[in-house]
Nanobody, 117 residues
Framework: QVQLVESGGDLVQPGNSLGLSCVASRTSTASFSLYTMRWYRQVPGKQRELVAGITSDGITNYADSVKGRFTISRDNAKNTVYLQMSSLKPEDTAVYYC????????WGQGTQVTVSS
């Protein structure tokens, strides 16, 4: 079973930048390259929402709320997907989850991002 481990969550001030990483283990690099990888986020009392995704072909998509500020990328040789976040806003505060999908669906445990002065 694929395991996803997110890292990089932190407390940052509004306007600052932060990078998240998600490493997949128990899967080969060849298999990882086939996964569509996504970042979601969730705040208490609200549904988990899609933030950004990247396909096996490198095609990306973003939620309207993060377009132009967040960038998703992947390094298949490292079984890793990244989320670079800039111009952070208080409303970006959430637990960020990594998701991998190829036939089956896998989730990480989440990493907390708090944007506050």
């Amino acid at each position: 079973q694929v395991q996803l481990v997110e890292s990089g969550g932190d407390l940052v001030q509004p306007g600052n930048s932060l990078g998240l990483s998600c490493v997949a283990s128990r899967t080969s690099t060849a298999s990882f390259s086939l996964y569509t990888m996504r970042w979601y986020r969730q705040v208490p009392g609200k549904q988990r929402e899609l933030v950004a995704g990247i396909t096996s072909d490198g095609i990306t998509n973003y939620a309207d709320s993060v377009k132009g500020r967040f960038t998703i990328s992947r390094d298949n040789a490292k079984n890793t997907v990244y989320l670079q976040m800039s111009s952070l806003k208080p409303e970006d505060t959430a637990v960020y989850y990594c998701n991998a999908r190829y036939n089956l669906n896998y989730w990480g445990q989440g990493t907390q991002v708090t944007v506050s002065s």
